[in-house]
C-alpha cells in the first residue's frame, strides 16, 4: 500500500484535479490520498489557506467577511463546475463551507484553526466526489472518524502517539480513501491544525500508521534540487538523499518538503518519494536511511532570513556556572524558542526568529538579561539569514568549511558566525540578510559549478 500526497499545486485547478485522478487510477497501491487545500494556480495568485486565514482575521475583527467569503466560495464553485460536479454536489460543498466559516466563537485561537482547516476538508470532498463521478471507488474520510487525535496547540499541534494504532485500521480499505491533511482533533473534539506546510506532515502520519511501502509526496517540481530554484535557475536535481539531510535542508529553507514530517517516516522506516504531479513518470527524490556519500560530500545549500541574534557578553562567563541556564530561562519565562546557540569565552549569541521579538519583548528581554546577569554588553542584531551546506559526507572530507568560507568571501559576504551542527551532517553559516542570494550563488557555484 501507498500513501499518496498531493499538494495544494496539484490541487488548484480542475485540470491539476484531472492529472490527480490519472495518478490515482495508475497504480491501485495508492489506497490512501492525503490533499491540501487548492493552492496558487499561477504567479502571485493566493493559496486558499490564506485567503481562509485573510477571512478569519477580518471575521474576527468585524463579525463578517462577505467579499472575502465570497472569494473562496468562487474558487471551489469554479472546480466544481469544471470538473462537471451536479448542482446538488455544488450546493453541499457551499453550504458546507459557509457553515464552517460562519461557526460560533468560543475562543478566537479555535475559530482561526476551524477556519484554517476548511481549506483541506473541502478540497478532500471535493476531489472524493470528483471521483466518485468518474464510477472510482473513492471515499471521504475524516481526521475525527479516522483517530487523528492531535495535541490541542493551535496553529502548531503535534500528533499524539495514539492516532497510530487508530489509523493503522485504514489499511483495511477496500475503497481509496481521501483524506485532509493539515489538520487533526484535540482530545475534547476540537479541530486544531499542524504548522504551515503541514499536509505533508498528515501524509506521513498516515504512511508511518499504515506502515506504507511508499510514502509519495506529489508536488510541482521532478525533484528536490540542490538549491532552491527561486534563488538558481535550473539547479541540479537529487536523486537520493538521508532522512537527515532532508531534515536539515527542510528546516533550512527547501520548503518543498515540511521538516517535520521526516521524523514519522523515518521512525516507521518509509521511505519517500517526492514526485511531480505535472510530470509523474519522471522518478524524483528518493529519502532513505542511508546512501553512498563518497562522490557527493553535499547534497544541498539552503537558506532562511527573519533571524535575529542576542549578543550577550561578559568576562570570565565561561567560569560562571549555570550562566547559559539562566540566560535560556529569561527567554523560556518570555515564551521565546531558539534555534542556535554559537558561543566563545566571554560571550554567547542566541539566534531566534525575529518575528517572536515584537519591541516591548525586546526591551524586556534586554532588561532583565543586563540586571539578573550583571552582562556588560547586551545586542540585538536583526535581519539575518542562515545558510546551511549539508551533506552525509561532509564529516569524512577535509576542507569543505574552507572552501565555503572562501567562496563567501570571494563574493564579499561577511560571516556574522559559523556553527557546525553535531549531527555533522551540516554545516551553518550566519550573514546579513541582505546577502543571502549572494551567498547562496557562491556556493552553490563552488560546489556544484563544476557538475
Ligand atoms: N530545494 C528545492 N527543491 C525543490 N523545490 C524547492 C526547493 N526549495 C524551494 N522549493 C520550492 O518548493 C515548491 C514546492 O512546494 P510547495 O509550493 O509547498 O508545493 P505544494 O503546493 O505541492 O505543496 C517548488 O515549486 C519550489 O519553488
Ligand atoms: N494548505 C496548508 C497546508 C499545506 O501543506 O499546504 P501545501 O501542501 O500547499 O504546502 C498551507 O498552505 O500551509
Redesign the pocket.
Known amino acids: 500500500m501507498k500513501v499518496a ?7 488548484a485547478t480542475a485540470e491539476q484535479i484531472r492529472k490527480v485522478y490519472d495518478i490515482i487510477r495508475s497504480d491501485p497501491a495508492r489506497k490512501i490520498i492525503v490533499v ?2 487548492p ?2 494556480r499561477f504567479d502571485g495568485d493566493i ?4 485567503m481562509l486565514i485573510a477571512y478569519a482575521e477580518k471575521y474576527l475583527t468585524f463579525g463578517s467577511a462577505e467579499q472575502e467569503l465570497n472569494s473562496i466560495l468562487a474558487r471551489y464553485i469554479e472546480i466544481a463546475q469544471e470538473l462537471a460536479l451536479s448542482d446538488e454536489v455544488i450546493n453541499n460543498l457551499t453550504k458546507g463551507i459557509i457553515d464552517h466559516l460562519t461557526s460560533s466563537i468560543t475562543d478566537r485561537n479555535a475559530f482561526m484553526d476551524t477556519v ?1 482547516a476548511t ?2 476538508k473541502f478540497s478532500a470532498k471535493l476531489v472524493a466526489y470528483y471521483l466518485q463521478s468518474r464510477e472510482f471507488d473513492a471515499i471521504y474520510v475524516d481526521p475525527n472518524d479516522a483517530g487523528l487525535v492531535v495535541s490541542n496547540k493551535f496553529g502548531n499541534a503535534y500528533v499524539l502517539e495514539e492516532s497510530y494504532q487508530n489509523l493503522n485500521k485504514l489499511k483495511n480499505t477496500s475503497k481509496v480513501i481521501i483524506f485532509p ?2 489538520f487533526g482533533y484535540s482530545t475534547d473534539g476540537t479541530i486544531v ?10 501524509g506521513a502520519i498516515l504512511a508511518a500508521a499504515v506502515n506504507a511501502e511508499y510514502y509519495e509526496n506529489f ?1 510541482d517540481v521532478d525533484s528536490v534540487f540542490a538549491v532552491n530554484p527561486q534563488i538558481v535557475p535550473n539547479p541540479q536535481g537529487i536523486n537520493e538523499l538521508t532522512y537527515r539531510e532532508m531534515r536539515e535542508l527542510a528546516y533550512a529553507g527547501f ?1 518543498v518538503l ?1 521538516d517535520e514530517a521526516l521524523m514519522p517516516a523515518y521512525r516507521a522506516n518509509v521511505p519517500v518519494n517526492v514526485k511531480n504531479t505535472n510530470n509523474p513518470s519522471a522518478p524524483g527524490t528518493r529519502i532513505v536511511i542511508s546512501r553512498d556519500a563518497t562522490d557527493r560530500p553535499i547534497i544541498g545549500i539552503a537558506s532562511d532570513s527573519g533571524f535575529c541574534s542576542i549578543y550577550v557578553s561578559k568576562y570570565l562567563m565561561n567560569r560562571e556556572i549555570g550562566f547559559g541556564r539562566k540566560l535560556l530561562e529569561i527567554l523560556e519565562d518570555e515564551g521565546l524558542s531558539y534555534e542556535h546557540i554559537p558561543s566563545g569565552i566571554d560571550n554567547i549569541s542566541v539566534i531566534l526568529r525575529g518575528n517572536q521579538l515584537n519591541p516591548e519583548i525586546e526591551k524586556r528581554v534586554i532588561n532583565r538579561i543586563k540586571e539578573q546577569l550583571n552582562v556588560e554588553d547586551v545586542v540585538i542584531e536583526r535581519n539575518l539569514a542562515l545558510i546551511m551546506i549539508v551533506g552525509e559526507g561532509m564529516r569524512s572530507t577535509v576542507g569543505i568549511a574552507s572552501r565555503a568560507t572562501e567562496a563567501l568571501a570571494k563574493a564579499s559576504v561577511n560571516i556574522e558566525m559559523i556553527n557546525q551542527g553535531s549531527s555533522k551532517v551540516s554545516m551553518m553559516f550566519g550573514i546579513k540578510a541582505i546577502d543571502e542570494e549572494k551567498a547562496i550563488k557562491a556556493l552553490y557555484f563552488e560546489f556544484f559549478g563544476n557538475d
Not at 500526497?5 to 490541487?11: A, D, I, P
Request: no cysteine; glycine share 22%; hydrophobic share 20%.
Open positions: 500526497k498531493f499538494g495544494g499545486t496539484s490541487l491540501s487545500a493552492g496558487k493559496k486558499v489557506t490564506d484554517k481549506g483541506e491533511g493539515f491544525t499542524f504548522p504551515r506546510g503541514g499536509s505533508d506532515i498528515t508536488t520548503t515540511n
